[in-house]
């Protein structure tokens, strides 16, 4: 099983250029988040989905947009990349909101 | 609001000796509690959780967290270490209708030879 697939896994992106971060669970999962892990502050929750076609802002919103496509598919878009937003992005899903996350691999991003 | 706190960042103890790594949360509501491993250059997996029911939880490997709900604390113990258990651990909470996940942040254990 793949369980949630991140892409890319490795990206570097100079100031100001978007890109797109791509989440895939093939778990029938209601909910899905993103996160960033940043060193000594843990998980800060980006954006979340509990449900298919429902999307809300977590902790740290500022500088990133998400689309829940479709209940497996779940994507973050950083419109004009700034070199804070260097940091490793976790996608994740639940089968209920707050329960029980699988998470994916993980995306390096570094902004030069 | 929910929060989480990890009190230690670094705990380093040898192998064999036993182990506590220390989590506290706030919230007003009824929680969902878990502990979360994270090896080297990978995602987060799932240790341990408690939803509802007996407060001590345990996991395949060992480790075991209580609910103190007085305390509102999710301690996490394990009574003999391994090398193979170096890793970070995340505690993290869902509260509230909307259960977002809350983590806190980290803790390295490091268990030397």
């Known amino acids: 099983n793949a369980g949630v697939t991140q892409t890319p896994k490795f990206q570097v992106l100079k100031t100001g250029q978007s890109m797109t971060l791509q989440c895939a669970q093939d778990?029938?999962?209601?909910?899905m988040y993103w996160y960033r892990q940043d060193p000594g502050m843990g998980l800060r929750l980006i954006y979340y989905?509990?449900?298919?076609?429902?999307?809300d802002k977590g902790e740290v919103p500022n500088g990133y947009n998400v689309s829940r496509l479709n209940k497996r598919e779940f994507s973050l878009r950083l419109e004009s990349a700034a070199p804070s937003q260097t940091s490793v992005y976790f996608c994740?899903?639940?089968?209920?909101?707050?329960?029980?996350?699988?998470f994916g691999q993980g995306t390096r991003l570094t902004v030069v | 609001a929910q929060s989480v706190t990890q009190l230690d960042s670094q705990v380093p103890v040898f192998e064999e000796a036993p182990v506590e790594l220390r989590c506290n949360y706030s919230?007003?509501?009824?929680?969902?509690l878990f502990w979360y491993v994270q090896y080297p250059n990978q995602g987060l997996q799932l240790l341990l959780k408690y939803l509802s029911g007996s407060t001590l939880v345990e996991s395949i490997n060992g480790f075991e967290a209580e609910f103190n709900k007085s305390q509102t604390s999710f301690h996490l113990r394990k009574p003999s270490v391994h090398i193979s258990d170096t890793a970070e651990y995340f505690c993290?909470?869902?509260?509230?209708?909307?259960?977002?996940?809350?983590f806190g942040s980290g803790t390295q254990l490091t268990v030397l030879p």
């Open positions: 778990m029938n999962h209601n909910s």
């Open positions: 993290a909470v869902s509260a509230g209708s909307a259960r977002q996940l809350t």
């Open positions: 994740a899903s639940s089968e209920e909101p707050g329960g029980r996350g699988f």
């Open positions: 989905s509990a449900s298919e076609g429902t999307t």
């Open positions: 919230s007003s509501v009824s929680v969902y």
